[in-house]
């Protein structure tokens, strides 16, 4: 057998959302929900299918590399100047292009446990060492991230607000806890949920680019813009860093389809708030019944709430699986007895519920 690096032992692949078409098959159920990768059950703007169609008889010719005429329109919409973006096959993708930018082998990234495990793997493959600090009630401990920093620590990832549990950390706190970060560290505050926050004491991060040159924002179109699986994320950072990550960029990263799709969806203001609007409807939905229930469940600001059903959580997975209802189980991600569920429609979060009340009375 041909031997990886060394790194590859400590990885492993990523572990998706089981598709719809996976349980379909293997239990013969004509009807499946899917509530488990944070997906925009609303679909995408119809501006963007449109501009997808109308890009097709353009797909012989590579796209171009940096996106410009994406990154014009988003700079104005964020107010950023565009040599300040970068695009990405997914925010995945920046990430990737980031650790393989900045980091040694050797050197440490601070994260929360449990965050987002893309920041882990990626560090590992660069032969860097993840330092997970542990979260209080399911919210970054900022204080003891600052206080594990070192002369190793290159990275600090903050995921505000986090998956898998969908908090936040406040403004005011955030704002302290970068600037109490040596300069020489890069913090990456990965704001793929950004559009979903529903509380005014959130760090209006991008502000703060040119007082925190360590600073890198990422955000995405897969989720409330619904284009996941067309594959564009973005980071907002200063204009130098951007020059450094473009060395080793794929050149021809972000297809033709999807920056015709992205640059659409930044126009279509009603589909966000329409998605916006629901999923909050959702949001409060989901909670009354979890307080109906007995259960608890952490405050999210996103599309997905991770609720503690006090029960096996492998065990209530599967039994909602035979129901046809795909959630995330916790025990994956060191939360035995919780459920990760995507914020569904209505007539969805209905069918969850009637279901999960009666897995939970078995
Ligand atoms: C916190 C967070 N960051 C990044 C991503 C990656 O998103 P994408 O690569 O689709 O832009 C996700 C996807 O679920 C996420 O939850």
């Known amino acids: 057998m041909i031997e990886p690096r060394a790194q590859m032992n400590n990885v492993s692949m990523y572990s998706p959302g089981k598709p719809v078409e996976e349980l379909k098959r293997e239990l013969g159920l004509d009807h499946v929900i899917k509530m488990a990768s944070n997906e925009n059950p609303y679909g995408f703007s119809p501006m963007a299918k449109e501009a997808m169609m109308e890009e097709m008889k353009n797909v012989h010719y590579y796209p171009e590399i940096t996106a410009p005429v994406l990154a014009d329109k988003l700079s104005r919409n964020l107010e950023v100047p565009a040599n300040t973006l970068i695009f990405g096959n997914g925010s995945d993708e ?13 050197e440490e990234a601070v ?29 970054h401990d900022l204080q003891a991230m600052k206080k594990a920093i070192t002369s190793k620590t290159k990275i600090v990832f903050v995921c505000n607000p986090n998956n898998p549990t969908g908090t936040i950390v406040g403004e005011e706190e955030l704002l302290q806890f970068l600037e109490s970060i040596p300069s020489d560290v890069l913090v990456i505050l990965d704001e793929a949920y950004y559009e979903y926050v529903h509380t005014d004491d959130y760090l209006q991060s991008i502000n703060y680019l040119d007082q925190f040159p360590n600073l890198i924002i990422l955000r995405t179109f897969s989720k409330i813009y619904g284009l996941a699986s067309v594959r564009v994320g973005y980071g907002i950072m200063a204009s130098d860093i951007v020059q450094e990550i473009l060395k080793g960029k794929d050149p ?29 409807e959702g949001r409060l939905y989901l909670e009354s019944n979890f307080s109906r229930l007995g259960l608890s469940y952490f405050p999210s600001h996103t599309n997905f709430v991770m609720v503690d059903v006090a029960q096996n959580a492998e065990e209530v997975y599967n039994r909602l699986l035979e129901k046809g209802i795909i959630v995330r189980p916790g025990h994956l991600m060191g ?17 969850f519920i009637q279901a999960l009340e009666q897995v939970l009375e078995k």
């Open 252 to 280: 021809f990263n972000v297809n033709r389809l999807a920056q015709a799709a992205a640059w659409a969806a930044i126009g279509d203001k009603e589909f966000m708030t329409m998605t916006k609007q629901k999923n909050e």
């Open 335 to 351: 939360y035995s007895t919780m459920i990760r569920v995507t914020i569904g429609k209505q007539e969805e979060n209905e069918q």
């Open 111 to 139: 994260m929360a446990s449990v965050t987002f495990p893309r920041y882990k793997t990626n560090v590992v493959i660069e032969g860097g060492k993840p330092v997970n600090i542990p979260m209080k009630e399911g919210t």
């Open 94 to 106: 920046i990430i990737r292009m980031i650790t393989r930018t900045y980091l040694n082998v050797g």
